[in-house]
């Protein structure tokens, strides 16, 4: 694959005023009909900022792998809350232009529209790439009611009181995750990839290889 470079800002408030000026350019549509690969994309880092960035490639049908790339490379910038995107962007985008072919679908672990200005790390990523990209997180970003036990139950996120996501049970009675819009994708298509990437765990295939990956990555590069 074949991407720009991402715009490094700085500091925190020319990092804040860019996700300003970028965030107009998502598009929410539905993911494509047919989908035939999806990727996960996950970091790891040390506490000295050195970071590994993963991406591992899924047939869509069969959840087995059909490509993997990895990246190293080095952070200064800061952990800070809604600013995710500038400490993983640049090593991230070296995996993904280590593919052969772009996926039909990227899956992030991170926030996409539920995020302060609205782009998180997958909308940021989505733009940068132009791919569908959905946002899956551990954690949510915003204020939800408790969706129903079953798997496929689901609650809106909201934050400053738009819907930016939803909460879905992937699990019978396990905690769910939090699915939102990166680009060119819709909550429900989101949500319906995402029960479909989790036959077994909580957590989507996609981002367990990648997780699994990008760890593994650290570990051998140190």
């Known amino acids: 694959m074949r991407l720009p470079a991402p715009e490094l800002p700085a500091d925190a408030d020319a990092a804040v005023a860019l996700q300003e000026r970028l965030r107009h350019r998502v598009a929410i549509t539905p993911l494509p009909a047919r ?5 996960g994309l996950d ?3 040390t506490e000295a900022g050195e970071v590994a960035a993963a991406v591992v490639v899924l047939d869509a049908a069969t959840l087995t792998p059909v490509a993997t790339a990895v990246a190293h490379g080095h952070t200064d910038f800061p952990y800070l809350p809604g600013l995710l995107a ?15 072919a772009p996926p039909d679908v990227l899956l992030c672990d991170a926030h996409g529209l539920a995020h302060p200005r609205r782009f998180g790390l997958a909308c940021h990523l989505g733009v940068l790439t132009g791919l569908p990209t959905v946002g899956v997180a551990k954690n949510a970003w915003g204020e939800h009611a408790e969706p129903g036990r079953e798997r496929g139950a689901s609650a809106d996120v909201t934050v400053d009181g738009e819907v930016v996501g939803r909460a879905l049970r992937t699990r019978d ?39 699994r ?9 140190l």
Do not use: N
């Open 35 to 39: 989908i035939r690969t999806v990727a």
């Open 173 to 211: 009675g396990v905690k769910p995750v939090y699915v939102s819009v990166g680009h060119r994708a819709d909550p429900d298509s989101a949500c319906a990839l995402v029960l479909a990437l989790t036959p077994h765990f909580r957590l989507p295939e996609t981002t367990r290889a990648a997780d």
């Open 86 to 100: 500038f400490r993983e962007l640049p090593t991230a985008l070296r995996a993904m232009e280590r593919l052969a």
């Open 213 to 221: 990956l990008c760890r593994d990555a650290l570990r051998d590069g």
């Open 43 to 45: 970091s790891a880092y």
